[in-house]
């Protein structure tokens, strides 16, 4: 490893916004339970007069119908159960987005975050489908995981610059996938363009999406296996994205899971899911030693492991490195 140094390579939050960020993590955190309670709940129950008897109907957000049975004390108390039980959880949403408000100004104000808002905004939507379980970030935009978790901000402005995000779908859970695309009712374009409008595939590399500024999206996936489908479109869209294999993925499918509430410059904030610092570093060094590696990704692929390595050696021991990767 280079010799990197933590007054030159981090700076750590001040006492105020350590304090900031811990509390809008629970805040944050909070939310996250609360949606996953909400799920429970979607949709809604009515009772539904037929001849002379009524009949307990649980409908569903694509507006589907099952009958719970005709009206009785049981059915009944399940009614009642589940009407309070979303009132319940209806309020609790309602105040922690106030919650979440006050926290993203103060966010702001004390200077907690600073990961691209476009990419916040990519993560959050991700979320809001009900889709993040299926793609990991990976690349450069995972440092913006690790200094967060770790109360620091990595100085070296040359590591942490890129025009694109890297997203790694999930083979093997495609057919989930697919499902909860169809319950959207929407592309993968199409939930990108709802971040920013002018997001559009390139014609010249169907697995990438950019902007109107030059922002790409890649969506990756590992290299075909077993019964992997290949090449595979993200849906029935004949516009829609169509995944690349990247070199030794596998790599990054199998590494254990690392996830960080981030923040934007503005307070926005969403969850990273991404992969240990530690196979990031392997993954790097691995990649810098490939004979295609250009000399200049070549040098920032160094340094970023330099630079994880030193993190988790001074703020992230939990996440020890591999064996001999030093």
């Known amino acids: 490893m280079n010799n990197l140094r933590k007054p030159h390579c981090f700076v750590e939050l001040n006492d105020d916004a350590k304090r900031q960020f811990i509390d809008s993590n629970a805040a944050f955190q909070a939310m996250e339970a609360a949606r996953l309670a909400a799920l429970e709940v979607r949709g809604g129950m ?3 007069h037929a001849g002379k008897t009524d009949y307990l109907i649980r409908t569903s957000l694509s507006n589907s119908q099952k009958s ?3 009206r009785s004390v049981e059915t009944e108390a399940i009614f009642e159960r589940f009407t309070a039980r979303k009132a319940m959880i209806e309020q609790r949403e309602s105040d922690l987005r106030e919650s979440l408000v006050r926290h993203r100004k103060m966010n702001r104000a004390l ?3 600073r990961t691209p808002a476009l990419v916040v905004g990519i993560l959050n939507m991700l979320q809001s489908a009900n889709i ?3 793609f990991t970030v990976v690349g450069t935009h995972a440092l913006y995981a690790y200094e967060a978790a770790a109360g620091v901000l990595i100085m070296d402005s040359a590591a942490l610059q890129t025009r694109d995000v890297d997203l790694l779908w999930d083979t093997r859970k495609r057919i989930q996938f697919i499902t909860q695309m169809k319950i959207q009712k929407s592309s993968m374009i199409g939930l990108l363009q709802r971040v920013d409008p002018t997001f559009s595939i390139r014609q010249d590399q169907r697995y990438t999406a950019a902007n109107s500024k030059g922002f790409e999206v890649d969506i990756l996936r590992r290299e075909a296996i077993e019964d992997d489908p290949h090449p595979v479109r993200l849906s029935d869209d004949e516009d829609d994205f169509w995944v690349t294999q990247a070199k030794n993925a596998g790599m990054l499918m199998s590494a254990p899971r690392f996830s960080s509430m981030i923040v934007s410059t503005s307070g926005v904030m969403a969850r990273m899911n991404t992969i240990s610092p530690a196979v990031f570093c392997q993954f790097k060094r691995w ?8 000399a200049m990704k070549r040098s920032r ?3 970023q492991a330099d630079l994880v390595e030193a993190l988790i050696e001074e703020y992230l021991p939990q996440w020890p490195l591999v064996q001999g990767q030093k």
């Open 46 to 48: 009515y009772w539904k």
């Open 68 to 70: 719970l049975g005709v």
């Open 111 to 113: 200077g907690v975050g």
């Open 132 to 134: 993040a379980e299926h």
């Open 287 to 294: 990649l810098a030693q490939q004979p295609d590696s250009e």
């Open 301 to 303: 692929d160094l340094r």
